[in-house]
């Protein structure tokens, strides 16, 4: 059974940071593309971040500079590290196994001004 379970998720005040991780079972970790995606209410689901099986990453624009992706096969983990946090990266963040149908549940995000 795929598992992909996020945590490190908060409340925080603009300019401030949070760690959020999801923990990976069931699946060939170190042979995965990773994700962490976000969903804000009333706008559709987006990429903020994607770590390769290799470790080559890509942000979105409005994250580059303030997020970081990161992964540790041994621990089948993939973090987000989010730092500079605005009022507009308030939104449900989800990680996901590139390429296949497994999501992570969630974790909320809130930044307050």
């Known amino acids: 059974q795929v598992q992909l379970v996020e945590s490190g998720g908060g409340l925080v005040q603009a300019g401030g940071s949070l760690r959020l991780s999801c923990a990976a079972s069931?699946?060939?970790?170190?042979?995965?593309?990773m994700g962490w995606y976000r969903q804000a209410p009333g706008k559709q689901r987006e990429l903020v971040a994607g770590?390769?099986?290799?470790?080559?990453?890509n942000y979105a624009d409005s994250v580059k500079g303030r997020f970081t992706i990161s992964r540790d096969n041994a621990k089948k983990t993939v973090y987000l590290q989010m730092s500079s946090l605005k009022p507009e990266d308030t939104a449900v963040y989800y990680c996901?196994?590139?390429?296949?149908?497994?999501w992570g549940q969630g974790t909320q995000v809130t930044v307050s001004s």
């Open positions: 996901h196994a590139e390429g296949s149908r497994y």
């Open positions: 069931g699946i060939v970790f170190s042979s995965k593309d």
């Open positions: 770590i390769t099986r290799g470790g080559s990453t």
